[in-house]
């Protein structure tokens, strides 16, 4: 079974350029976040979504994120215009809706930004 | 605050040691709490979970302890090779209806020959 699959894995863009991410989640999984992690940090959550529902976005900033779920299945995280301070690794991840005190979250390999 | 506090925040160990990672979190109400490995350019991967009954789990050389009462939680490394070298995160969830996930920052561990 493949898992989360990511895309591009390494992206440098010069500041002030817009970037994309692309993730497809696993088949079958409903939730889909979006994390970012900083260099010797833990992930923090940009976005979850259910479905094609964006159900937690309180951690995104809106003036320069947004994302999309069309379908409920891809989605694209996209920065317009990037600064230096978002450089970072963006994880996506999803998971399986229902019985939450066991479900597991499955992390694709993340796409790591270079703003320079 | 962050509500996950792990210690070390890195370690190098001889390959063939145990080591052992804390986790102290203060999330609450607490829904289960998860180690994850990260390698070098990975994303995380899941060793273990554990709900508020459950206070020890294994997975191979990897066995994870909880104190709920005391928000402690431990993962325990045996035997270390090469190839656990990674970070570890600890995940702590408190509401499983909405399933927002709290990580510590990790724990770097470096295994040497």
């Known amino acids: 079974e493949a898992g989360v699959v990511q895309s591009p894995r390494y992206k440098i863009i010069e500041k002030k350029q817009p970037v994309a991410f692309w993730c497809n989640p696993i088949?079958?999984?409903?939730?889909l976040y979006w994390y970012r992690q900083n260099l010797g940090q833990g992930p923090e959550l940009l976005i979850r979504?259910?479905?094609?529902?964006?159900?937690?976005d309180s951690q995104l900033p809106k003036d320069r994120f947004s994302a999309e779920r069309l379908k409920g299945v891809d989605s694209t995280l996209k920065i317009q215009p990037a600064e230096l301070g978002d450089s970072a690794v963006y994880l996506c991840?999803?998971?399986?809706?229902?019985?939450?005190?066991?479900?597991?979250?499955?992390f694709g390999q993340g796409t790591r930004l270079t703003v320079v | 605050k962050n509500q996950v506090e792990q210690s070390p925040q890195s370690l190098i160990i001889l390959e063939g040691k145990n080591c052992t990672l804390q986790c102290n979190y203060t999330v609450s109400p607490f829904s289960n709490l998860r180690w994850y490995k990260q390698d070098t350019g990975r994303g995380p991967v899941s060793l273990t979970i554990?709900?508020?009954?459950?206070n020890t789990k294994s997975n191979g050389r990897y066995t994870a302890t909880l104190d709920a009462d005391t928000k402690q939680s431990s993962l325990h490394i045996t035997a270390s090779q090469l190839s656990d070298s990674a970070s570890y995160i600890c995940v702590v969830s408190a509401n499983p209806r909405d399933y927002k996930l709290s990580f510590g920052a990790g724990t770097t561990v470096t295994v040497r020959a």
């Open positions: 979504y259910e479905n094609e529902e964006a159900v937690d």
């Open positions: 088949s079958g999984h409903n939730t």
């Open positions: 554990m709900t508020f009954s459950e």
């Open positions: 991840a999803s998971s399986q809706t229902g019985d939450r005190v066991n479900t597991e979250a499955f």
